[in-house]
């Protein structure tokens, strides 16, 4: 019904930045509210930052001021610009969209941030 496929992760110095998309397809109208988490080794699941139908967005209290989700509707798609990167910021990311009362997950992507 719903896929969400994570792209833009890789490998980046401590200070540096990366941007990582969010591609939904299916059966689905209109996006629904979305959000980035993470996971690092060893630790749960994370909220990074979420964004509503209408464009509110809330932040993690460790990324405010460095990350940016935004929405495209017309592509249906989800992004995190991610800024001055630091090493505890390494961890798989992924896409989440809560639709139709059921919450669906991309296969997530890898970040690391190098010292």
């Known amino acids: 019904q719903v896929q969400l496929v994570e792209s833009g992760g890789g490998l980046v110095q401590a200070g540096g930045s990366l941007r990582l998309s969010c591609a939904a397809s299916g059966s689905f109208f209109s996006i629904g509210p979305m959000g980035w988490y993470r996971q690092a080794a060893g630790n749960q699941r994370e909220l990074v ?7 509110t967005t809330n932040y993690a209290d460790s990324v405010k001021g460095r990350f940016t989700i935004s929405r495209d509707d017309a592509k249906s798609t989800i992004s995190l610009q991610m800024n001055s990167l630091k090493p505890e910021d390494t961890a798989v990311y992924y896409c989440k969209m809560s639709k139709m009362s059921r919450d669906y997950w991309g296969q997530g992507t890898q970040v690391t941030v190098s010292s």
């Open 49 to 55: 930052a979420s964004i509503t139908t209408f464009g």
